[in-house]
């Protein structure tokens, strides 16, 4: 796939994504609002059925009062008597505070009676009645909140514009709120004279807590749905990458595979090429050097191949340890005697610092010596010094450490962390003087950690590069 092709992919897809979120706030956003109409619409059903039972009580215990007051006076007290009489009749009939403002307006005893009222009593202006049923006023609140499923907290209070002053509060917490930010409804004035009735004033703290948690699921979706988006996306983007990088590492490993494979089959060509000369034939020394030239490609072969199916192995989980007591000294000093010859080809040297005093592990030995030779060739492959290589051992904690430091071309940073991926090989632009499958490190590195241990590396361009591994000796 062209990088402009996936580079369109990525656009496409995260353009969507933004799109799908942006269309999902909407939708909470008008959801939002929808709730918060409902709640005022509510709000206004209870309330103006609140106001309609006070303003019922407040009227009969103004009637009640005032027909103990007027006892004195005969001549009123019978057409008080009378309006009492008809408004106890009617109280029934009233279902709504409508049907009682009509009442009130379309009956001429009464309002005639009222006016009276409003001349002689006038303790309704101060809130007595209302003052000392607080703890009722809150109760028909709450019973009413109740019955619309609206389960908050709530402040109330009595608002007075004759006197600007509350009459009353519930708590007296929220006196400005209860002003500014709640809810108000008119008192009936109980009479044509009042022209500035008194408020009953509802102000809801947690009103936006209360209208956002009606929405927990909706919101709840909404986040697990834009994780799983988010999540979904890096992800998808994460594997193209990843298979591109592994498409392109996949391609060095063929190429480098066919090149390492291609010297020594070449080799071994043109060997048996010459073998079949009859002069060489009849030089024991000549046809014995080529002969060991094929046996010696014919090793290497073998090597690179065990080593690609040793790597099959591990993938598959089907490489079998033989655990047997090893000691890890005797491991170190085989893989450098295999090695040796290489490294004074180079004119080097490998320097051993065996100071462990428990040596001894549980482990496969062959599989061990394999890891310290995969460290001890890549020490000698990346370097264009003369190879200077020191392995030390010591105990400590239980386990026995291993270090092995080269004076190599070292490693940068930010691939120390990458070297021990399968097929990764660390970029050396345009020089292709070390060859490698990429397969050394991350063999060493299962190894190891099917031993029960670690390893880490330390390096420094231009400077060298320590491998330590950590193996347990319990």
């Given at each position: 796939?062209?990088?402009?092709?996936?580079?369109?992919?990525?656009?496409?897809?995260?353009?969507?994504?933004?799109?799908?979120?942006?269309?999902q706030?909407?939708?909470?956003?008008?959801?939002?609002?929808v709730?918060?109409a409902?709640?005022f619409?509510?709000?206004?059903?209870?309330?103006?059925?609140?106001?309609?039972?006070?303003?019922?009580?407040?009227?009969?215990?103004?009637?009640?009062?005032?027909?103990k007051?007027?006892?004195?006076?005969?001549?009123f007290y019978?057409?008080?008597?009378?309006?009492?009489?008809?408004?106890?009749?009617n109280v029934?009939?009233?279902g709504s505070?409508?049907?009682?403002?009509d009442?009130i307006?379309?009956?001429n005893?009464?309002n005639?009676?009222?006016?009276?009222?409003?001349?002689?009593?006038?303790?309704?202006?101060?809130g007595n009645f209302?003052?000392?049923?607080?703890?009722?006023?809150d109760s028909?609140?709450s019973?009413?909140?109740k019955?619309?499923?609206i389960n908050?907290?709530?402040?109330?209070?009595?608002?007075?514009?004759?006197?600007?002053?509350?009459v009353?509060q519930?708590?007296?917490?929220?006196?400005?709120?209860?002003?500014?930010?709640?809810?108000?409804?008119?008192?009936?004035?109980?009479?044509?004279?009042?022209?500035?009735?008194?408020?009953?004033?509802?102000?809801?703290?947690?009103?936006?807590?209360?209208?956002?948690?009606q929405?927990?699921?909706l919101?709840?979706?909404?986040?697990?749905?834009?994780?799983?988006?988010?999540?979904?996306?890096?992800?998808?983007?994460?594997?193209?990458?990843?298979?591109k990088?592994?498409?392109?590492?996949?391609n060095?490993?063929?190429?480098?595979m066919?090149?390492?494979?291609?010297?020594?089959i070449?080799?071994?060509a043109?060997?048996?090429?010459?073998?079949?000369?009859?002069?060489?034939?009849?030089?024991?020394i000549?046809?014995?050097?080529?002969i060991?030239?094929?046996?010696?490609?014919?090793?290497?072969?073998g090597?690179?191949?065990?080593?690609?199916?040793?790597t099959?192995?591990?993938?598959k989980?089907q490489l079998?340890?033989k655990?047997?007591?090893?000691n890890i000294?005797?491991?170190?000093?085989?893989?450098?005697?295999?090695k040796?010859?290489?490294?004074?080809?180079?004119?080097?040297m490998?320097?051993?610092q065996?100071?462990?005093?428990?040596p001894?592990?549980n482990?496969?030995?062959i599989?061990?010596?394999?890891?310290?030779?995969?460290?001890?060739?890549n020490?000698l492959?990346?370097?264009?010094?003369v190879p200077?290589?020191?392995?030390?051992?010591?105990?400590?904690?239980?386990?026995?450490?291993?270090?092995?430091?080269?004076?190599?071309?070292?490693?940068?940073?930010?691939?120390?962390?990458?070297i021990f991926d399968?097929?990764?090989?660390v970029?050396t632009?345009?020089l292709?003087?070390?060859?490698?499958f990429?397969?050394?490190?991350n063999?060493?590195?299962?190894?190891?950690?099917m031993?029960?241990?670690?390893?880490?590396?330390?390096?420094?361009?231009?400077?060298?590069?320590t491998?330590?591994?950590?193996?347990?000796t319990?």
């Open positions: 796939m062209k990088k402009w092709t996936i580079g369109v992919i990525i656009l496409l897809v995260t353009l969507s994504t933004v799109g799908l979120m942006i269309i706030v909407i939708w909470i956003k008008d959801a939002v609002k709730k918060q409902v709640f619409r509510d709000v206004n059903l209870v309330m103006n059925n609140v106001v309609y039972e006070l303003d019922k009580m407040r009227l009969q215990d103004r009637v009640i009062r005032q027909r007051y007027y006892q004195q006076n005969q001549g019978d057409t008080f008597d009378s309006l009492n009489r008809i408004l106890m009749m029934g009939n009233w505070q409508n049907d009682f403002d009442w307006r379309h009956t005893q009464a005639k009676v009222l006016r009276e009222l409003s001349f002689n009593y006038t303790d309704q202006d101060h209302l003052y000392s049923k607080k703890a009722l006023i028909l609140i019973k009413n909140l019955g619309k499923k908050t907290k709530f402040e109330f209070g009595i608002y007075s514009p004759a006197t600007n002053s509350m009353i519930k708590t007296g917490k929220y006196p400005e709120e209860l002003l500014n930010e709640g809810y108000y409804y008119d008192l009936s004035p109980l009479g044509t004279l009042f022209t500035f009735p008194n408020k009953l004033l509802i102000y809801f703290p947690n009103e936006q807590s209360f209208i956002v948690r929405l927990w699921k919101l709840g979706i909404s986040v697990f749905l834009f994780i799983v988006i988010i999540i979904s996306f890096s992800f998808s983007i994460y594997i193209i990458n990843r298979q990088r592994l498409s392109v590492m996949k060095d490993f063929i190429n480098n066919t090149h390492e494979f291609k010297t020594p070449s080799t071994i043109l060997a048996c090429e010459a073998l079949k000369d009859k002069d060489i034939q009849k030089s024991e000549v046809y014995n050097n080529y060991g030239v094929i046996g010696e490609e014919n090793r290497r072969l090597l690179m191949a065990e080593q690609i199916l040793q099959a192995l591990i993938d989980g079998n340890l655990i047997m007591p090893v000294h005797e491991v170190i000093e085989s893989a450098v005697n295999s040796k010859i290489d490294a004074e080809e180079k004119g080097g490998i320097e051993l065996l100071k462990a005093t428990k001894m592990m482990g496969d030995r599989h061990l010596t394999n890891v310290m030779i995969n460290l001890i060739d020490a492959k990346y370097n264009i010094n200077h290589i020191v392995i030390n051992t010591v105990n400590q904690n239980g386990y026995i450490y291993i270090r092995v430091q080269d004076n190599g071309i070292g490693i940068v940073h930010s691939n120390q962390k990458k399968k097929l990764y090989r970029p632009g345009n292709h003087d070390f060859k490698g990429g397969l050394g490190l063999y060493v590195k299962e190894t190891t950690e031993h029960h241990g670690k390893i880490s590396v330390d390096s420094e361009p231009g400077k060298g590069t491998f330590t591994i950590e193996l347990p319990k």
